[in-house]
Protein backbone atom coordinates (compact mmCIF):
# COMPACT_ATOMS: atom_id res chain seq x y z
CA UNK A 1 0.00 0.00 0.00
CA UNK A 2 2.61 2.15 0.78
CA UNK A 3 4.18 2.52 -2.50
CA UNK A 4 0.67 1.88 -4.70
CA UNK A 5 1.12 5.36 -6.17
CA UNK A 6 4.67 4.92 -6.96
CA UNK A 7 3.86 1.32 -8.64
CA UNK A 8 1.12 3.27 -10.98
CA UNK A 9 3.98 5.58 -12.02
CA UNK A 10 6.45 2.72 -13.07
CA UNK A 11 3.04 0.85 -13.77
CA UNK A 12 4.46 0.29 -17.11
CA UNK A 13 7.70 -1.36 -15.66
CA UNK A 14 6.55 -3.09 -12.39
CA UNK A 15 3.19 -4.73 -14.02
CA UNK A 16 5.95 -7.19 -15.96
CA UNK A 17 7.38 -9.92 -14.10
CA UNK A 18 10.46 -9.95 -15.72
CA UNK A 19 11.47 -6.73 -14.86
CA UNK A 20 13.34 -5.31 -17.44
CA UNK A 21 16.94 -3.45 -16.39
CA UNK A 22 15.96 -0.26 -14.60
CA UNK A 23 18.12 1.58 -17.09
CA UNK A 24 16.26 0.84 -20.14
CA UNK A 25 12.71 1.52 -18.39
CA UNK A 26 14.65 4.73 -17.02
CA UNK A 27 16.10 5.43 -20.60
CA UNK A 28 12.25 4.55 -22.17
CA UNK A 29 10.68 7.54 -20.07
CA UNK A 30 13.28 9.95 -20.43
CA UNK A 31 13.91 9.57 -23.83
CA UNK A 32 10.19 10.83 -24.60
CA UNK A 33 9.73 12.92 -21.44
CA UNK A 34 12.85 14.83 -23.11
CA UNK A 35 11.99 14.76 -26.69
CA UNK A 36 9.76 17.86 -27.06
CA UNK A 37 7.15 17.22 -29.69
CA UNK A 38 8.03 19.99 -32.15
CA UNK A 39 4.57 19.54 -33.46
CA UNK A 40 2.59 20.68 -30.22
CA UNK A 41 5.05 23.30 -29.91
CA UNK A 42 4.05 24.92 -33.61
CA UNK A 43 0.17 24.31 -32.37
CA UNK A 44 0.64 26.21 -29.30
CA UNK A 45 3.08 28.87 -29.87
CA UNK A 46 2.12 29.67 -33.08
CA UNK A 47 2.61 33.46 -32.52
CA UNK A 48 6.36 32.72 -32.46
CA UNK A 49 6.38 30.30 -35.32
CA UNK A 50 6.45 31.00 -39.17
CA UNK A 51 5.01 28.02 -41.22
CA UNK A 52 8.16 26.16 -41.94
CA UNK A 53 8.53 25.58 -37.86
CA UNK A 54 10.79 28.23 -37.98
CA UNK A 55 11.22 31.41 -35.19
CA UNK A 56 12.74 34.13 -36.42
CA UNK A 57 14.20 35.41 -33.73
CA UNK A 58 15.60 33.60 -30.45
CA UNK A 59 12.73 33.62 -27.88
CA UNK A 60 15.65 34.51 -25.13
CA UNK A 61 16.65 37.59 -26.66
CA UNK A 62 13.19 38.67 -25.81
CA UNK A 63 13.18 37.14 -22.22
CA UNK A 64 16.56 38.85 -21.48
CA UNK A 65 14.77 41.92 -23.18
CA UNK A 66 11.50 41.83 -20.67
CA UNK A 67 13.60 40.75 -17.60
CA UNK A 68 15.23 44.20 -17.88
CA UNK A 69 11.89 45.88 -18.21
CA UNK A 70 10.18 43.94 -15.28
CA UNK A 71 12.89 44.57 -13.31
CA UNK A 72 12.71 48.22 -13.93
CA UNK A 73 9.40 48.11 -12.69
CA UNK A 74 9.44 46.38 -9.88
CA UNK A 75 11.74 47.90 -8.62
CA UNK A 76 10.16 51.77 -8.79
CA UNK A 77 7.65 50.10 -6.93
CA UNK A 78 9.85 47.98 -4.45
CA UNK A 79 11.85 51.09 -3.57
CA UNK A 80 10.04 54.22 -3.17
CA UNK A 81 10.23 55.79 0.16
CA UNK A 82 13.34 57.94 1.27
CA UNK A 83 12.42 58.52 4.75
CA UNK A 84 10.00 57.21 7.35
CA UNK A 85 6.99 59.17 6.37
CA UNK A 86 7.08 58.16 3.27
CA UNK A 87 7.69 54.75 3.67
CA UNK A 88 4.66 54.58 6.49
CA UNK A 89 2.30 56.20 3.47
CA UNK A 90 3.12 53.67 1.26
CA UNK A 91 2.82 50.89 3.84
CA UNK A 92 -0.90 51.90 4.62
CA UNK A 93 -1.37 52.58 0.96
CA UNK A 94 0.09 49.10 -0.12
CA UNK A 95 -1.38 46.85 2.64
CA UNK A 96 -4.70 48.70 3.77
CA UNK A 97 -3.90 48.84 7.53
CA UNK A 98 -0.91 51.13 9.70
CA UNK A 99 2.55 49.41 9.71
CA UNK A 100 2.72 47.91 13.00
CA UNK A 101 4.58 48.95 16.44
CA UNK A 102 8.21 49.86 16.31
CA UNK A 103 8.10 50.54 12.07
CA UNK A 104 9.92 53.64 12.50
CA UNK A 105 12.89 51.73 14.53
CA UNK A 106 12.20 48.93 11.62
CA UNK A 107 12.79 51.99 9.45
CA UNK A 108 15.90 53.53 11.10
CA UNK A 109 17.45 49.89 10.79
CA UNK A 110 17.00 49.25 7.16
CA UNK A 111 17.94 53.09 6.30
CA UNK A 112 20.88 53.00 8.43
CA UNK A 113 22.05 49.54 6.55
CA UNK A 114 21.07 51.07 2.96
CA UNK A 115 17.88 49.08 2.23
CA UNK A 116 17.06 49.05 -1.39
CA UNK A 117 14.13 47.27 -0.59
CA UNK A 118 12.21 49.44 1.25
CA UNK A 119 8.03 49.44 0.59
CA UNK A 120 8.10 45.66 -1.49
CA UNK A 121 7.24 42.71 1.59
CA UNK A 122 4.51 41.15 -0.24
CA UNK A 123 5.92 37.70 0.71
CA UNK A 124 5.45 38.81 4.03
CA UNK A 125 2.00 40.14 3.34
CA UNK A 126 1.31 37.07 1.67
CA UNK A 127 2.41 34.68 4.40
CA UNK A 128 0.63 35.94 7.16
CA UNK A 129 -2.62 37.13 5.73
CA UNK A 130 -4.96 33.99 6.33
CA UNK A 131 -3.48 33.86 10.03
CA UNK A 132 -5.81 37.44 10.56
CA UNK A 133 -8.85 34.82 10.39
CA UNK A 134 -7.48 33.28 13.87
CA UNK A 135 -7.86 34.95 16.90
CA UNK A 136 -4.72 35.96 18.66
CA UNK A 137 -5.32 33.49 21.48
CA UNK A 138 -6.09 30.95 18.93
CA UNK A 139 -2.56 31.48 17.34
CA UNK A 140 -0.49 31.32 20.66
CA UNK A 141 -2.34 28.02 21.40
CA UNK A 142 -1.42 26.54 18.16
CA UNK A 143 1.89 27.74 18.78
CA UNK A 144 2.05 26.16 22.01
CA UNK A 145 0.39 22.76 20.62
CA UNK A 146 3.27 22.14 18.03
CA UNK A 147 5.77 23.29 20.34
CA UNK A 148 4.60 20.88 23.08
CA UNK A 149 5.14 17.74 21.42
CA UNK A 150 8.17 15.82 20.92
CA UNK A 151 7.93 14.25 17.42
CA UNK A 152 6.70 17.10 15.53
CA UNK A 153 10.05 18.29 13.81
CA UNK A 154 9.87 21.84 15.45
CA UNK A 155 12.11 24.15 17.15
CA UNK A 156 11.00 26.62 19.69
CA UNK A 157 12.57 30.29 20.12
CA UNK A 158 11.20 33.11 22.89
CA UNK A 159 11.49 36.22 22.92
CA UNK A 160 11.70 37.57 26.36
CA UNK A 161 11.93 41.26 27.72
CA UNK A 162 13.98 42.05 24.42
CA UNK A 163 15.92 39.11 24.97
CA UNK A 164 16.09 35.47 22.48
CA UNK A 165 16.58 32.05 23.36
CA UNK A 166 15.43 28.74 22.33
CA UNK A 167 12.94 26.55 23.96
CA UNK A 168 13.36 23.24 25.81
CA UNK A 169 12.50 19.94 23.65
CA UNK A 170 14.18 21.23 20.64
CA UNK A 171 16.52 18.26 19.26
CA UNK A 172 20.14 18.54 19.22
CA UNK A 173 20.78 17.85 15.67
CA UNK A 174 19.06 21.01 14.76
CA UNK A 175 20.99 23.20 17.13
CA UNK A 176 22.42 24.97 14.35
CA UNK A 177 19.42 26.41 12.81
CA UNK A 178 17.85 27.80 16.06
CA UNK A 179 21.09 29.27 16.71
CA UNK A 180 21.88 30.66 13.41
CA UNK A 181 17.75 32.11 13.48
CA UNK A 182 18.77 33.39 16.94
CA UNK A 183 21.60 35.18 15.56
CA UNK A 184 19.59 36.89 13.26
CA UNK A 185 16.84 37.78 16.05
CA UNK A 186 19.62 38.98 18.06
CA UNK A 187 20.24 42.55 16.38
CA UNK A 188 16.78 43.54 16.84
CA UNK A 189 15.14 41.65 19.52
CA UNK A 190 14.91 44.78 21.99
CA UNK A 191 12.33 46.24 19.45
CA UNK A 192 10.49 42.85 19.42
CA UNK A 193 7.56 41.95 21.79
CA UNK A 194 7.49 39.04 23.76
CA UNK A 195 6.45 35.76 22.15
CA UNK A 196 7.17 32.60 21.05
CA UNK A 197 8.05 30.80 17.52
CA UNK A 198 7.71 27.16 15.98
CA UNK A 199 10.65 26.91 13.33
CA UNK A 200 9.84 24.17 11.06
CA UNK A 201 13.21 21.77 11.47
CA UNK A 202 12.44 19.56 8.26
CA UNK A 203 13.90 21.04 4.69
CA UNK A 204 9.79 20.15 3.41
CA UNK A 205 6.88 22.00 3.52
CA UNK A 206 4.56 21.40 6.79
CA UNK A 207 1.23 22.87 5.91
CA UNK A 208 -1.17 23.13 3.43
CA UNK A 209 -4.66 24.00 4.06
CA UNK A 210 -7.51 23.25 1.38
CA UNK A 211 -8.55 26.00 -1.10
CA UNK A 212 -12.06 26.47 0.32
CA UNK A 213 -10.57 27.07 3.48
CA UNK A 214 -7.64 28.63 2.58
CA UNK A 215 -9.45 31.53 0.60
CA UNK A 216 -12.13 32.37 3.21
CA UNK A 217 -9.28 32.76 5.31
CA UNK A 218 -7.79 35.35 3.09
CA UNK A 219 -10.77 36.83 2.06
CA UNK A 220 -10.95 37.77 6.38
CA UNK A 221 -7.65 38.58 5.88
CA UNK A 222 -8.11 41.38 3.40
CA UNK A 223 -10.75 43.03 4.85
CA UNK A 224 -9.18 46.43 6.02
CA UNK A 225 -7.88 47.25 9.29
CA UNK A 226 -7.81 50.54 10.62
CA UNK A 227 -6.64 51.86 13.69
CA UNK A 228 -9.63 52.57 16.18
CA UNK A 229 -10.99 55.36 17.76
CA UNK A 230 -8.12 54.30 20.60
CA UNK A 231 -5.31 53.84 18.68
CA UNK A 232 -2.53 52.25 20.34
CA UNK A 233 1.16 52.34 19.56
CA UNK A 234 2.47 49.92 21.95
CA UNK A 235 2.55 46.38 21.62
CA UNK A 236 0.38 45.04 24.75
CA UNK A 237 1.93 45.04 28.02
CA UNK A 238 2.03 41.19 30.07
CA UNK A 239 1.89 39.56 26.89
CA UNK A 240 4.27 36.55 28.26
CA UNK A 241 1.38 35.58 29.95
CA UNK A 242 -0.44 34.82 27.11
CA UNK A 243 1.85 32.24 25.85
CA UNK A 244 1.56 28.85 27.30
CA UNK A 245 5.24 27.39 28.81
CA UNK A 246 6.44 25.36 26.73
CA UNK A 247 8.79 22.87 29.09
CA UNK A 248 10.98 19.76 28.81
CA UNK A 249 8.06 17.70 29.23
CA UNK A 250 7.11 16.82 25.66
CA UNK A 251 3.63 14.50 24.64
CA UNK A 252 4.11 12.01 22.62
CA UNK A 253 1.46 12.64 20.40
CA UNK A 254 1.70 14.75 17.58
CA UNK A 255 -0.77 17.37 15.24
CA UNK A 256 1.49 16.27 11.75
CA UNK A 257 0.04 13.70 9.40
CA UNK A 258 3.25 11.51 8.85
CA UNK A 259 4.00 11.00 4.93
CA UNK A 260 7.39 10.30 5.11
CA UNK A 261 8.39 8.28 1.87
CA UNK A 262 4.30 8.50 0.38
CA UNK A 263 3.44 10.72 -2.49
CA UNK A 264 1.64 14.08 -1.19
CA UNK A 265 1.25 15.74 -4.42
CA UNK A 266 -2.97 14.81 -4.55
CA UNK A 267 -2.97 15.19 -0.54
CA UNK A 268 -0.75 18.30 -0.04
CA UNK A 269 0.19 20.19 -2.83
CA UNK A 270 -2.29 21.00 -4.83
CA UNK A 271 -5.31 20.93 -1.70
CA UNK A 272 -4.74 25.08 -2.19
CA UNK A 273 -5.63 24.52 -5.70
CA UNK A 274 -8.73 25.39 -6.88
CA UNK A 275 -10.88 22.22 -7.37
CA UNK A 276 -11.20 22.84 -11.05
CA UNK A 277 -8.14 23.46 -12.01
CA UNK A 278 -5.73 21.07 -13.71
CA UNK A 279 -3.70 19.97 -10.52
CA UNK A 280 -6.89 18.67 -8.84
CA UNK A 281 -9.04 17.16 -11.95
CA UNK A 282 -6.09 15.66 -13.98
CA UNK A 283 -4.40 12.43 -13.12
CA UNK A 284 -1.90 11.93 -15.62
CA UNK A 285 -1.10 8.72 -16.17
CA UNK A 286 1.61 7.87 -19.20
CA UNK A 287 4.75 10.23 -17.38
CA UNK A 288 6.34 9.44 -20.49
CA UNK A 289 5.34 12.32 -22.57
CA UNK A 290 6.04 16.03 -21.49
CA UNK A 291 2.36 17.63 -20.51
CA UNK A 292 2.46 20.72 -22.63
CA UNK A 293 -0.35 22.38 -20.88
CA UNK A 294 1.28 21.64 -17.86
CA UNK A 295 4.11 24.24 -19.27
CA UNK A 296 2.08 26.21 -21.90
CA UNK A 297 1.31 29.17 -19.15
CA UNK A 298 4.28 30.00 -18.12
CA UNK A 299 6.52 29.01 -21.09
CA UNK A 300 7.44 30.87 -24.66
CA UNK A 301 8.86 27.42 -26.08
CA UNK A 302 11.02 25.46 -24.53
CA UNK A 303 11.86 28.34 -21.87
CA UNK A 304 10.36 30.00 -18.58
CA UNK A 305 8.72 33.02 -19.73
CA UNK A 306 7.05 33.76 -16.10
CA UNK A 307 9.36 32.03 -13.54
CA UNK A 308 6.45 33.45 -10.33
CA UNK A 309 3.71 31.50 -12.63
CA UNK A 310 5.98 28.74 -12.65
CA UNK A 311 6.07 28.10 -8.85
CA UNK A 312 2.37 28.34 -9.00
CA UNK A 313 1.28 23.81 -9.16
CA UNK A 314 -2.52 24.56 -9.72
CA UNK A 315 -1.91 24.26 -13.70
CA UNK A 316 0.99 21.40 -13.30
CA UNK A 317 -0.98 18.42 -12.80
CA UNK A 318 2.00 16.44 -14.24
CA UNK A 319 4.64 17.66 -11.06
CA UNK A 320 3.55 14.50 -8.62
CA UNK A 321 5.74 12.62 -10.64
CA UNK A 322 8.93 14.94 -11.10
CA UNK A 323 9.61 15.86 -7.90
CA UNK A 324 11.15 14.41 -4.62
CA UNK A 325 8.68 16.14 -2.05
CA UNK A 326 5.63 14.66 -4.25
CA UNK A 327 7.02 11.24 -4.70
CA UNK A 328 8.70 10.06 -1.71
CA UNK A 329 9.60 13.08 0.53
CA UNK A 330 12.11 12.13 3.40
CA UNK A 331 10.63 14.05 6.01
CA UNK A 332 7.08 14.95 5.21
CA UNK A 333 4.76 15.72 8.39
CA UNK A 334 1.67 17.74 7.46
CA UNK A 335 -1.25 19.63 8.40
CA UNK A 336 -4.14 20.67 7.11
CA UNK A 337 -4.76 23.73 9.77
CA UNK A 338 -3.26 26.66 9.62
CA UNK A 339 -0.33 26.29 11.81
CA UNK A 340 1.82 29.01 12.18
CA UNK A 341 5.09 27.47 11.30
CA UNK A 342 8.00 29.05 10.11
CA UNK A 343 9.96 27.59 7.46
CA UNK A 344 13.08 28.39 5.15
CA UNK A 345 11.07 27.73 1.90
CA UNK A 346 7.76 26.22 0.81
CA UNK A 347 6.11 25.31 -2.39
CA UNK A 348 3.46 26.97 -4.27
CA UNK A 349 -0.19 25.99 -1.94
CA UNK A 350 1.65 25.23 1.25
CA UNK A 351 0.86 27.78 4.08
CA UNK A 352 4.16 27.88 6.00
CA UNK A 353 5.35 31.52 6.82
CA UNK A 354 9.28 31.84 4.93
CA UNK A 355 11.94 33.27 7.08
CA UNK A 356 15.64 34.02 5.70
CA UNK A 357 17.17 31.03 5.79
CA UNK A 358 19.88 30.42 8.57
CA UNK A 359 22.22 28.25 6.62
CA UNK A 360 22.28 31.52 4.39
CA UNK A 361 23.18 33.52 7.07
CA UNK A 362 25.57 31.59 8.97
CA UNK A 363 28.10 30.61 5.71
CA UNK A 364 26.95 26.98 5.91
CA UNK A 365 28.19 26.77 2.19
CA UNK A 366 29.58 30.73 1.38
CA UNK A 367 31.12 32.15 -1.84
CA UNK A 368 34.94 32.33 -0.51
CA UNK A 369 37.07 32.05 -3.71
CA UNK A 370 40.98 31.37 -2.81
CA UNK A 371 44.23 31.15 -4.08
CA UNK A 372 43.66 27.49 -5.10
CA UNK A 373 40.59 28.10 -6.68
CA UNK A 374 39.70 31.21 -7.26
CA UNK A 375 36.82 33.08 -9.41
CA UNK A 376 38.54 34.34 -12.84
CA UNK A 377 36.42 36.75 -15.07
CA UNK A 378 33.53 35.44 -16.84
CA UNK A 379 35.93 34.87 -20.43
CA UNK A 380 38.30 32.93 -18.52
CA UNK A 381 35.95 30.23 -17.17
CA UNK A 382 35.84 26.66 -18.52
CA UNK A 383 33.00 26.92 -20.76
CA UNK A 384 30.77 24.11 -19.14
CA UNK A 385 27.72 23.36 -17.13
CA UNK A 386 28.82 22.12 -13.88
CA UNK A 387 26.53 20.76 -11.10
CA UNK A 388 27.22 18.31 -8.34
CA UNK A 389 25.44 17.01 -5.48
CA UNK A 390 23.87 14.01 -3.59
CA UNK A 391 20.23 11.96 -4.03
CA UNK A 392 18.75 13.78 -1.12
CA UNK A 393 15.42 15.22 -3.11
CA UNK A 394 14.03 12.86 -1.77
CA UNK A 395 13.76 9.00 -0.68
CA UNK A 396 13.73 6.06 -3.20
CA UNK A 397 12.86 3.26 -1.20
CA UNK A 398 13.22 0.61 -3.95
CA UNK A 399 10.03 1.52 -5.88
CA UNK A 400 12.10 3.00 -8.95
CA UNK A 401 10.73 7.07 -7.62
CA UNK A 402 13.93 8.34 -8.30
CA UNK A 403 13.50 8.19 -12.27
CA UNK A 404 10.80 11.14 -11.57
CA UNK A 405 13.08 12.92 -9.11
CA UNK A 406 14.43 16.07 -10.85
CA UNK A 407 18.31 15.79 -9.60
CA UNK A 408 18.01 11.91 -10.93
CA UNK A 409 16.78 13.42 -14.45
CA UNK A 410 18.94 16.14 -14.84
CA UNK A 411 22.11 14.60 -13.89
CA UNK A 412 20.76 11.84 -16.63
CA UNK A 413 20.00 14.19 -19.32
CA UNK A 414 23.04 16.36 -19.09
CA UNK A 415 25.75 13.58 -18.77
CA UNK A 416 23.42 10.39 -20.65
CA UNK A 417 20.81 11.66 -22.57
CA UNK A 418 19.51 8.19 -24.73
CA UNK A 419 17.33 10.48 -26.78
CA UNK A 420 17.62 13.31 -29.33
CA UNK A 421 17.04 16.41 -27.78
CA UNK A 422 15.22 19.10 -29.49
CA UNK A 423 17.75 22.04 -29.09
CA UNK A 424 16.55 25.33 -30.70
CA UNK A 425 19.76 26.01 -33.34
CA UNK A 426 19.85 28.58 -36.25
CA UNK A 427 18.58 26.86 -39.50
CA UNK A 428 21.67 27.61 -41.34
CA UNK A 429 24.83 29.39 -40.61
CA UNK A 430 24.39 33.08 -40.58
CA UNK A 431 20.73 32.89 -40.89
CA UNK A 432 18.54 34.85 -38.43
CA UNK A 433 15.92 31.58 -37.59
CA UNK A 434 15.95 29.26 -35.85
CA UNK A 435 14.32 25.65 -35.38
CA UNK A 436 14.09 23.04 -32.79
CA UNK A 437 16.08 20.38 -33.89
CA UNK A 438 16.78 16.84 -33.10
CA UNK A 439 20.04 16.25 -31.71
CA UNK A 440 21.31 12.91 -31.21
CA UNK A 441 23.13 11.95 -27.67
CA UNK A 442 26.14 11.06 -29.27
CA UNK A 443 26.55 14.53 -31.34
CA UNK A 444 25.55 16.75 -27.79
CA UNK A 445 28.30 15.97 -26.11
CA UNK A 446 30.48 16.74 -28.85
CA UNK A 447 28.57 20.03 -29.28
CA UNK A 448 27.94 21.39 -25.36
CA UNK A 449 30.11 20.61 -22.61
CA UNK A 450 28.64 19.31 -19.54
CA UNK A 451 29.86 18.01 -16.09
CA UNK A 452 26.74 17.14 -14.13
CA UNK A 453 27.03 14.50 -11.67
CA UNK A 454 25.99 12.96 -8.30
CA UNK A 455 28.97 12.16 -5.77
CA UNK A 456 29.26 8.63 -4.45
CA UNK A 457 27.40 7.46 -2.24
CA UNK A 458 23.99 7.17 -3.40
CA UNK A 459 22.03 8.83 -0.38
CA UNK A 460 18.04 8.41 0.67
CA UNK A 461 17.78 4.73 -1.04
CA UNK A 462 17.03 1.73 -0.48
CA UNK A 463 16.48 -2.26 -1.93
CA UNK A 464 17.54 -2.26 -5.76
CA UNK A 465 17.44 1.74 -5.47
CA UNK A 466 20.90 2.25 -5.03
CA UNK A 467 22.45 -0.07 -6.99
CA UNK A 468 20.86 0.91 -10.27
CA UNK A 469 20.94 4.41 -9.14
CA UNK A 470 24.74 4.06 -8.77
CA UNK A 471 24.97 1.85 -12.17
CA UNK A 472 22.64 4.58 -14.24
CA UNK A 473 25.09 7.28 -13.05
CA UNK A 474 28.08 6.79 -11.89
CA UNK A 475 29.51 9.25 -9.71
CA UNK A 476 31.55 12.73 -10.65
CA UNK A 477 34.43 13.62 -8.05
CA UNK A 478 33.68 15.24 -5.06
CA UNK A 479 34.84 18.84 -5.48
CA UNK A 480 35.77 21.64 -2.92
CA UNK A 481 32.48 24.14 -3.18
CA UNK A 482 34.88 26.65 -4.20
CA UNK A 483 35.99 25.07 -7.29
CA UNK A 484 32.58 26.02 -9.12
CA UNK A 485 34.28 29.53 -9.53
CA UNK A 486 35.75 27.66 -12.66
CA UNK A 487 32.65 26.96 -14.37
CA UNK A 488 30.92 29.14 -16.61
CA UNK A 489 27.63 27.95 -15.99
CA UNK A 490 26.78 26.37 -12.27
CA UNK A 491 23.18 24.45 -12.13
CA UNK A 492 20.84 25.25 -8.82
CA UNK A 493 18.60 22.18 -8.47
CA UNK A 494 16.36 21.77 -5.78
CA UNK A 495 17.03 19.08 -3.00
CA UNK A 496 14.40 18.85 -0.57
CA UNK A 497 13.92 22.17 0.28
CA UNK A 498 15.36 26.08 0.35
CA UNK A 499 18.79 25.77 -1.73
CA UNK A 500 22.10 26.24 0.18
CA UNK A 501 23.76 27.31 -2.56
CA UNK A 502 22.21 29.63 -5.28
CA UNK A 503 23.49 32.79 -3.05
CA UNK A 504 27.18 32.18 -3.70
CA UNK A 505 26.10 31.23 -7.06
CA UNK A 506 24.91 34.62 -7.47
CA UNK A 507 27.53 35.81 -5.57
CA UNK A 508 30.14 34.71 -8.02
CA UNK A 509 31.62 35.85 -11.31
CA UNK A 510 29.39 32.68 -12.60
CA UNK A 511 26.44 32.35 -14.56
CA UNK A 512 23.72 30.43 -12.23
CA UNK A 513 20.63 28.21 -13.88
CA UNK A 514 17.81 27.45 -11.55
CA UNK A 515 15.10 25.55 -11.66
CA UNK A 516 13.20 25.12 -8.40
CA UNK A 517 9.73 24.05 -6.89
CA UNK A 518 10.10 25.76 -3.65
CA UNK A 519 10.13 29.85 -3.06
CA UNK A 520 12.19 31.44 -0.42
CA UNK A 521 12.12 34.51 1.10
CA UNK A 522 13.52 36.20 -1.50
CA UNK A 523 11.25 35.94 -4.17
CA UNK A 524 10.41 38.50 -6.02
CA UNK A 525 13.65 40.57 -5.25
CA UNK A 526 15.42 38.54 -8.67
CA UNK A 527 14.30 38.70 -12.07
CA UNK A 528 14.91 35.55 -13.84
CA UNK A 529 16.84 35.86 -16.78
CA UNK A 530 18.45 39.29 -15.77
CA UNK A 531 19.58 37.97 -12.28
CA UNK A 532 19.51 34.18 -13.22
CA UNK A 533 18.62 31.68 -15.86
CA UNK A 534 15.41 30.05 -15.01
CA UNK A 535 15.06 26.76 -16.30
CA UNK A 536 11.93 24.24 -16.44
CA UNK A 537 11.70 21.98 -13.64
CA UNK A 538 10.88 19.25 -16.45
CA UNK A 539 14.51 20.67 -17.81
CA UNK A 540 12.99 20.08 -21.54
CA UNK A 541 14.99 23.56 -22.58
CA UNK A 542 18.20 22.86 -20.71
CA UNK A 543 20.07 21.56 -23.87
CA UNK A 544 18.50 24.81 -25.93
CA UNK A 545 19.43 27.20 -23.25
CA UNK A 546 23.32 26.12 -22.58
CA UNK A 547 22.99 26.29 -26.87
CA UNK A 548 22.38 29.92 -26.76
CA UNK A 549 24.89 30.70 -23.76
CA UNK A 550 27.90 28.55 -24.86
CA UNK A 551 27.25 28.66 -28.24
CA UNK A 552 28.00 25.52 -30.83
CA UNK A 553 29.93 25.12 -33.52
CA UNK A 554 29.85 21.27 -35.25
CA UNK A 555 27.48 18.57 -36.80
CA UNK A 556 23.60 18.17 -36.33
CA UNK A 557 22.75 15.15 -38.27
CA UNK A 558 25.49 15.66 -40.35
CA UNK A 559 24.51 18.91 -40.70
CA UNK A 560 27.33 21.79 -40.23
CA UNK A 561 26.00 24.34 -37.67
CA UNK A 562 27.44 27.40 -35.96
CA UNK A 563 25.77 30.05 -33.60
CA UNK A 564 28.59 32.20 -31.83
CA UNK A 565 27.55 31.93 -28.21
CA UNK A 566 26.04 34.91 -26.54
CA UNK A 567 29.01 35.68 -23.99
CA UNK A 568 27.79 39.03 -23.90
CA UNK A 569 24.51 38.17 -22.21
CA UNK A 570 25.81 35.66 -20.55
CA UNK A 571 28.23 37.77 -18.62
CA UNK A 572 25.70 40.57 -18.05
CA UNK A 573 23.41 38.28 -16.40
CA UNK A 574 26.25 36.78 -13.85
CA UNK A 575 27.04 40.46 -13.03
CA UNK A 576 23.67 41.62 -12.56
CA UNK A 577 23.43 38.66 -10.36
CA UNK A 578 26.07 39.44 -8.89
CA UNK A 579 25.59 42.89 -8.17
CA UNK A 580 22.05 42.88 -6.83
CA UNK A 581 22.56 40.14 -4.73
CA UNK A 582 25.13 42.39 -3.24
CA UNK A 583 22.69 44.97 -2.61
CA UNK A 584 19.46 42.63 -2.02
CA UNK A 585 20.74 39.47 -0.69
CA UNK A 586 22.66 40.83 2.05
CA UNK A 587 22.77 39.41 5.62
CA UNK A 588 21.67 43.10 6.31
CA UNK A 589 18.99 42.24 4.27
CA UNK A 590 17.77 39.01 6.03
CA UNK A 591 17.76 40.34 9.13
CA UNK A 592 15.87 43.86 8.01
CA UNK A 593 13.29 41.17 6.31
CA UNK A 594 13.37 38.91 9.22
CA UNK A 595 12.78 41.94 11.66
CA UNK A 596 9.67 43.43 10.02
CA UNK A 597 8.17 39.71 9.50
CA UNK A 598 8.51 39.63 13.37
CA UNK A 599 6.93 42.85 14.33
CA UNK A 600 4.12 41.86 11.79
CA UNK A 601 3.91 38.61 13.58
CA UNK A 602 3.92 40.49 16.70
CA UNK A 603 0.85 42.69 16.28
CA UNK A 604 -0.59 39.66 14.65
CA UNK A 605 -0.13 37.64 18.01
CA UNK A 606 -1.12 40.77 20.28
CA UNK A 607 -4.95 40.91 21.80
CA UNK A 608 -5.29 44.72 20.77
CA UNK A 609 -4.50 44.05 17.24
CA UNK A 610 -7.00 46.05 15.58
CA UNK A 611 -6.41 48.66 17.63
CA UNK A 612 -2.81 48.65 16.92
CA UNK A 613 -0.23 50.22 14.76
CA UNK A 614 1.75 53.57 14.28
CA UNK A 615 0.35 56.18 13.93
CA UNK A 616 0.19 58.14 10.59
CA UNK A 617 -0.86 61.79 10.11
C1 LIG B 1 3.09 35.99 -14.33
O1 LIG B 1 1.89 35.37 -14.03
C2 LIG B 1 1.18 35.98 -12.98
C3 LIG B 1 0.01 35.09 -12.66
O2 LIG B 1 -0.72 34.79 -13.77
C4 LIG B 1 0.77 37.37 -13.40
O3 LIG B 1 0.05 37.99 -12.36
C5 LIG B 1 2.01 38.16 -13.73
O4 LIG B 1 1.66 39.42 -14.21
C6 LIG B 1 2.85 37.43 -14.76
N1 LIG B 1 4.10 38.12 -14.88
C7 LIG B 1 4.58 38.47 -16.02
C8 LIG B 1 5.89 39.17 -15.97
O5 LIG B 1 4.03 38.26 -17.07
Same mark, same amino acid.
Given at each position: ?17 ? *? ?57 ? =? ?24 ? /? ?68 ? $? ?12 ? &? ?10 ? /? ?28 ? /????? &? ?34 ? *? ?30 ? &? ?61 ? =? ?54 ? $? ?11 ? =? ?79 ? =? ?64 ? #? ?18 ? #? ?15
Amino acid at each position: MLFAAAVCFLGETLSQDS *VPPSKVAFSRLHSTLFAVPLMLFLARASLWYSHSGRVNFHPIDLLIYEGKVQHTAWLSQ =ASASNSFFTASRKYKQRYHQPPPPNF /NKWYEYASSRSAVVTDDFDNVYDDLLPFWSLSPSEIRRYTWDILSQSNNGVGGISIRDGKVDVLPGTPGT $HRWMLDGAIRIIEN &FVEWLPDMDLAL /NLNDEPRVAVPYRDIEKMRRKGRQPRLVGA /NKITK &FSDNRAGGWAPVTEEQFPDTNFEMLSFQRTFYEYGS *VGCPPSSPARRQRLWDTSQLCMTCTYPHSLGQ &FVSNWTLSGDVCHQPDLADLHGLYLSPAAFQGSHKLFPIFSQSKAGGFNDIRFPSPWNYMDKV =AYAPNEVYPDPSFRDKKVSLFWRGVTSEGVSPGTGVWKGMSRQRLVHLASNPTAPQ $HVLLPVSEGAKQF =AYTPVAPSELKKLLSTDVHFVDPIVRCGGRDCADQAAEFGFGDKVDFQEHWGYKFLFDADGAGFSGRFLPFLQSRSLPFKS =ALFREWWEGRLTPWLHFVPVDLRMHGLWSTLAYFAGVDGLVGGRKVKWEPKGREAEMIAEEGREWA #GKVLRKEDMEIYFFRLLLEW #GRLTDDRRDELGMYIP
